[in-house]
Nanobody, 122 residues
Framework: QVQLVESGGGLVQAGGSLRLSCAAS????????MGWYRQAPGKQRELVAR???????TYADSVKGRFTISRDKAKNMVYLQMNSLKPEDTAVYYC????????????????WGQGTLVTVSS
């Protein structure tokens, strides 16, 4: 069974920094794109940042210049460094990855973590 487990969320003051980590584990054959999404109360889940298998990155306009996504392919991990945090960044952050597993070796399936809460106080 494949799992994505996030860590690193918490409470921080505006202007502060946090680093989120996500570890993919289980019977993984290969991992394609990995990324972070977030969902604030009463809002839809939105893309924050995504990194392809070749290292190309995509960011939401609202986080460009403040957040940096990176990954360690050998460890099946993805990170999100969040700087200059704002109260509007408050949300549950979800790790996302396209994973090919032993159970389904012919296609990449989208997987989600359980989420980690980031709260930015003003």
């Amino acid at each position: 069974q494949v799992q994505l487990v996030e860590s690193g969320g918490g409470l921080v003051q505006a202007g502060g920094s946090l680093r989120l980590s996500c570890a993919a584990s289980g019977s993984i054959i290969s991992t394609n794109a990995m990324g972070w999404y977030r969902q604030a109360p009463g809002k839809q889940r939105e893309l924050v940042a995504r990194v392809t298998n070749r290292g190309s990155t995509t960011y939401a306009d609202s986080v460009k210049g403040r957040f940096t996504i990176s990954r360690d392919k050998a460890k099946n991990m993805v990170y999100l460094q969040m700087n200059s945090l704002k109260p509007e960044d408050t949300a549950v952050y979800y790790c996302n990855a396209d994973i090919k597993s032993v159970r389904d070796p012919y296609r990449f399936l989208e997987r989600w973590g359980q989420g980690t809460l980031v709260t930015v106080s003003s």
